[in-house]
């Protein structure tokens, strides 16, 4: 009638099904390595990308403050025209042509 299954057939039958059962998680364990790393909508990537948006979201920020205190600087310099000649004078040590200049730096103060 029916024959029961020796030991030696069950101990294939586990073995084979545990065979079965590692090369399923280690295809899934190669599958999410991937999708983490290899492929091109990884999220390793995407975190990467996110990050350099992050920053130039901040570096766009600051060039646009940048470029309003500079709008602002030159709105007043065509407001009065000896903002701009105090500017070149300080900033950029421009003298006329029939002016000497001279420069008297503070001996306590070493950061310039």
């Known amino acids: 009638m029916t024959e029961k299954p020796t030991n030696k057939a069950k ?8 065979v079965l059962m590692l090369l399923g998680f280690g295809l899934l364990a190669l599958a999410l390595f991937h999708v983490v790393f ?5 999220i390793y990537r995407y975190i ?4 350099d948006i ?8 600051n060039l646009k403050r940048t470029i309003d205190e500079t709008n602002d600087e ?5 407001k009065e025209k000896n903002q701009l000649e105090k500017l070149a004078r300080e900033k950029y040590y ?3 042509a029939n002016e000497d200049v001279f420069i008297i ?5 070493h950061d310039e």
């Open 74 to 78: 030159l709105a007043s310099f065509q």
């Open 38 to 42: 290899y492929s091109e909508k990884s």
């Open 11 to 18: 101990n294939y039958k586990t073995a084979f099904s545990r």
């Open 48 to 51: 990467m990308l996110n990050r």
């Open 105 to 109: 730096k503070d001996a306590t103060n």
């Open 54 to 61: 992050n920053i130039l979201k901040e570096e766009r920020d």
């Open 94 to 96: 421009m003298r006329k």
